[in-house]
C-alpha cells in the first residue's frame, strides 16, 4: 500500500492545490483526507488483484469499471505487451530462476515445499514462482486483471499530470510573489528627518 498512498496523496494533495490556486476552493481537511484513504484502498487492492492475476487466480481482480478488452483490439494490445515484456516476463523468469536455485543449493527439507519438489516435469521447490503467467492479461480470464491495470494505467498518468500542473502552479504564484515584493520596495519611501 506504500506505493498506493503515494500516488493517492500525491493526487489529492495536487487537486487540492490546483482548486485552491484556480478556483479560490479549499479542500483541505477532512474530506481531503478521506478521499485519499478512499483511493489509496482502491488502488491498492487494484494492485493485489494484478499481483494475484499474474500468479495464476485472476478471479481476486476488481475488474473495477469493466472495460471491454479483447485480446486482438489494436489499442489495448501494444499496452498490455509493454507490461507484459518489461515487467510480468522478467519478474516470472527471476522467480523461476530463484526457485531452480533453491532447488540446486537450498536445504529441500526446510526450503522446499513437499507437494512441488516431486513433480514429473522437473524438480520444483516453490509452488508460487511455477505459477507466475506473463500472459495473464491478454488471456480471457484476465479481462478484469486488464481492465484494472488499465485504470491504474490512468490514475498514474492523471496523478502525474495534476502534480505537474500544481507544481506550474505554484512556482508562477511564487514569481508574482517576488514581483510585487520587489515593485513595493522599489516605490518612493518617506523621508525619515
Not at 129 to 145: H, I, R, S, T, V
Not at 181 to 192: I, N, V
Amino acid at each position: 500500500f506504500g506505493r498506493a498512498f503515494f500516488v493517492a496523496s500525491n493526487l489529492g494533495g495536487s487537486v487540492a492545490t490546483v482548486m485552491k490556486k484556480i478556483f479560490r476552493v479549499d479542500l483541505r481537511g477532512r474530506f481531503l483526507e478521506s478521499a485519499v484513504v478512499l483511493i489509496t484502498l482502491f488502488v491498492g487492492y487494484m494492485k493485489w488483484g494484478i499481483i494475484w492475476g499474474f500468479f495464476g487466480r485472476p478471479d481476486y481482480c476488481l475488474g473495477a469499471f469493466n472495460i471491454p478488452f479483447k485480446s486482438h483490439e489494436s489499442l489495448h494490445r501494444p499496452v498490455l505487451k509493454v507490461f507484459r515484456q518489461c515487467f510480468f516476463t522478467p519478474i516470472a523468469s527471476l522467480l523461476q530462476g530463484y526457485d531452480s536455485f533453491f532447488v540446486r543449493y537450498g536445504r529441500k527439507n526446510i526450503m522446499c515445499s513437499p507437494t512441488t519438489l516431486e513433480e514429473s516435469d522437473g524438480l520444483k521447490c516453490f509452488e508460487t514462482p511455477n505459477a507466475a503467467n506473463p500472459w495473464f492479461l491478454e488471456e480471457p480470464e484476465g479481462q478484469a486483471c486488464a481492465s484494472d491495470n488499465h485504470i491504474l494505467l490512468c490514475i498514474y498518468a492523471v496523478s502525474f499530470a495534476v502534480m505537474a500542473l500544481a507544481f506550474v502552479l505554484k512556482k508562477t504564484d511564487r514569481r508574482g510573489g517576488r514581483a510585487g515584493r520587489r515593485a513595493a520596495a522599489a516605490g518612493a519611501r518617506p523621508h525619515q528627518d
